[in-house]
């Protein structure tokens, strides 16, 4: 989320947590003095995907969901409705979700798609009952991989083992599309 701050200045990039000390270093960091590298334009929030805050529903032109594990990885996957809603109702009419996915057996999930074709018919039937179609679903490059800044990645370097394919998905809703309400899980539709 740093890196997207850091990149995009005009952007205001929030990050969403339901484990507010995953947050707290990198809070801490934004919040510095922008000569020792602070942003302003970032955001934390502590809440759960199944249940962001309302103000946020409908409001995000780009949703980035970066190597999901446990239940945010299940609701990107079909496992998880009520999180496939929660996080379907942050997109904005005319905006988009993008994913960079790393499954492996070693999560633990049981019916974890692993392969890349089965792995985007499983992200795709997650949302497509939230009017996101999938525009995008290929292997990443290792550049996209590493400017995620993401720490994980950092971790699975260019040398990651051979069961951690990272894919990079691309779900939209178009313009005039309804925001689904996230929190319920029942598929609320808002207009």
Not at 74 to 82: E, K, L, Q, T, Y
Not at 142 to 170: F, H, I, Y
Not at 171 to 187: C, D, E, W
């Amino acid at each position: 989320m740093l890196a997207i701050a850091a990149r995009e200045p005009r952007t205001l990039a929030i990050g969403l947590d339901a484990n507010a000390a995953a947050m707290a270093e990198a809070s801490r960091r934004a919040a510095g003095p922008a000569r020792k590298g602070g942003l302003a334009n970032a955001a934390f929030i502590l809440a759960a995907a199944e249940a962001p805050p309302s103000e946020l529903c409908g409001a995000g032109a780009r949703v980035t969901v970066l190597f999901p594990w446990g239940s945010l990885l299940r609701g990107c996957v079909g496992g998880d409705a009520p999180v496939a809603a929660g996080v379907a109702g942050l997109v904005a009419p005319g905006g988009a979700l993008e994913l960079l996915l790393a499954p492996s057996v070693r999560d633990g999930l049981d019916g974890l798609p692993l392969e890349p074709n089965e792995l985007a018919a499983a992200v795709q039937g997650a949302f497509e009952g939230f009017d996101l179609g999938m525009e995008l679903a290929r292997p990443a490059l290792d550049a996209e991989v590493r400017a995620s800044g993401s720490t994980w990645a950092r971790r699975l370097g260019s040398q990651r083992p051979a069961d951690r394919r990272v894919m990079l998905m691309r779900l939209v809703r178009p313009l005039g599309g309804a925001t689904a309400v996230g929190g319920s899980g029942n598929g609320r539709v808002a207009r």
